[in-house]
């Protein structure tokens, strides 16, 4: 059974910075790609950034704010967001699905792990 633990969200302001962290247990972590979605109050689950072994892939909507990292060691994969905007607000969720090349990261139905997410509230 794989376990999937996202942490990290909370209340900011707009232009601040947060880190979310997704740590997983129960495979081979490295060997999955990981995926961050996100939903907000209304709309429907969007995918914002994903990783393979060496490469990541991002939603247009935040490229250049955000950075997806892993550390395999730590079984752990990080969601770096900068310059955060009220429209960034949603709960972000992760996601492991066995690796099948960066084309697939955005796909949802593509992920076999799921975490509960984590709230994320940017203040204008």
């Known amino acids: 059974q794989v376990h999937v633990v996202e942490s990290g969200g909370g209340l900011v302001q707009a232009g601040d910075s947060l880190r979310l962290s997704c740590a997983a247990s129960g495979r081979t972590f490295s060997t999955y790609a990981m995926g961050w979605f996100r939903q907000a109050p209304g709309k429907e689950r969007e995918f914002v950034a994903g990783i393979t072994y060496g490469n990541t892939l991002y939603a247009d909507s935040v490229k250049g704010r955000f950075t997806i990292s892993r550390d395999n060691a730590k079984n752990t994969v990080y969601l770096q967001m900068n310059s955060l905007k009220p429209e960034d607000t949603a709960v972000y969720y992760c996601?492991?699905?066995?690796?099948?090349?960066?084309?697939?990261?955005?796909?949802?139905?593509?992920?076999?792990?799921w975490g509960q997410g984590t709230q994320v509230t940017v203040s204008s």
């Open positions: 996601a492991l699905q066995e690796p099948s090349g960066t084309y697939y990261l955005r796909f949802e139905a593509r992920y076999d792990y």
